[in-house]
């Protein structure tokens, strides 16, 4: 089965991994964690919604480089470091949700954890697209 790789401009150079795989023969899109970073891969904000904001654009923009919209977007998978803080900041979070998805709520969970890679990092997210 081919895959793919996706990795656009706007996200910087990987290091170790692709932001996105596509399976051609499934039409499936994999898209790897995506944290706060900009084009030289620093955070972009402390903040922790501004977090989630970059985070989920720079999902998106992996989707859309391979081809796709957010309505493509099957699943989410979000991680945070401090599920206390979502829940206290939650409608901020979902008014950044809703002006880069609109009313598409694809399959999600979101776990708490201990820390992400980056140390700065609050917000991870991952999907799965279907193209």
Do not use: C
Request: aromatic fraction near 6%.
């Amino acid at each position: 089965m081919p895959l793919k790789s996706i990795n656009p401009a706007s996200l910087g150079a990987p290091s170790g991994f692709s932001h996105g795989v596509v399976v051609d023969s499934a039409k499936l899109l994999f898209v790897a964690g995506q944290i706060a970073t900009d084009e030289q891969q620093k955070i972009v904000s402390a903040d922790f919604v501004d977090q989630f904001d970059r985070a989920l654009a720079n999902l998106i923009s992996v989707v859309e480089a391979a081809g796709g919209s957010t309505p493509h977007i099957a699943r989410l998978i979000i991680y945070v470091t401090d599920k206390q803080e979502y829940s206290r900041r939650k409608r901020e979070v979902g008014e950044r949700y809703r002006a880069r998805m609109g009313k598409h709520f694809p399959a999600m969970v979101l776990v708490e954890v201990k820390g992400l890679l980056d140390d700065e990092a609050k917000v991870e997210i991952e999907g799965i697209a279907a193209l």
